[in-house]
T-cell receptor, first 111, second 114 residues
Framework: GQNIDQPTEMTATEGAIVQINCTYQ??????LFWYQQHAGEAPTFLSY????GLEEKGRFSSFLSRSKGYSYLLLKELQMKDSASYLC????????????FGRGTSLIVHP | DTAVSQTPKYLVTQMGNDKSIKCEQN?????MYWYKQDSKKFLKIMFS???????INETVPNRFSPKSPDKAHLNLHINSLELGDSAVYFC?????????????FGSGTRLTVV
């Protein structure tokens, strides 16, 4: 089985940097996703990490440490539109590949 | 527009009724999914189809029956609706069954059973 843990809520100021952590326990690991979900909308794909290290994509970066069962999503130069829920999801090795989603971290960006 | 489109967006119905939610993707993806997002915001997989074949059927009451007439469509039929079925149902697709290039989600169907 899989167990995913991420903070329920975070607040940050416009223009700042915020790091959203995700820890996971899984019997087999294939990759880790981050999705963004605005209230009342569909989740949208942000990143997929398979190997250890940091992957940067514009203002968003995602880090993975497989040995520690740990990932974070780093958001730079925060904007008001970044207020959303950020979902961490882990895909198991082999079999279905269907990711298990965490409950999401609600990020509130203040002016 | 290339997308995953699902209808209806909102569905309010009485307990005991039967209802269907339709989903279509024009992205040319091989794999489609139904997810349920409850009031606590957990996204849980219900079903997955790859090229019209069922590959995942999680522990879901058999009142829920998916149907995939072709790889671009995955519909969800629910019999004898119960109060606990109230949730947002998301259809999604991915290029292949690994999902490694990410899922594209539909805009969701908010089902309310009264």
């Amino acid at each position: 089985g899989q167990n995913i843990d991420q903070p329920t809520e975070m607040t940050a100021t416009e223009g700042a940097i915020v790091q959203i952590n995700c820890t996971y326990q899984t019997s087999g690991f294939n990759g880790l996703f981050w999705y963004q979900q605005h209230a009342g909308e569909a989740p949208t794909f942000l990143s997929y990490n398979v190997l250890d290290g940091l992957e940067e994509k514009g203002r968003f970066s995602s880090f993975l440490s497989r040995s520690k069962g740990y990932s974070y999503l780093l958001l730079k130069e925060l904007q008001m539109k970044d207020s959303a829920s950020y979902l961490c999801a882990v895909s198991p090795r082999g079999g279905s590949y269907i990711p298990t989603f965490g409950r999401g971290t609600s990020l509130i960006v203040h002016p | 527009d290339t997308a995953v489109s699902q209808t209806p967006k909102y569905l309010v119905t009485q307990m005991g009724n039967d209802k269907s939610i339709k989903c279509e993707q024009n992205l040319g993806h091989d794999t489609m999914y139904w997810y349920k997002q409850d009031s606590k915001k957990f996204l849980k997989i219900m079903f997955s189809y790859n090229n019209k074949e069922l590959i995942i059927n999680e522990t879901v009451p058999n009142r829920f029956s998916p149907k995939s007439p072709d790889k671009a469509h995955l519909n969800l039929h629910i019999n004898s609706l119960e109060l606990g079925d109230s949730a947002v149902y998301f259809c999604a697709s991915s290029p292949d069954r690994t999902g490694s290039r990410g899922y594209t989600f539909g805009s969701g169907t908010r089902l309310t059973v009264v």
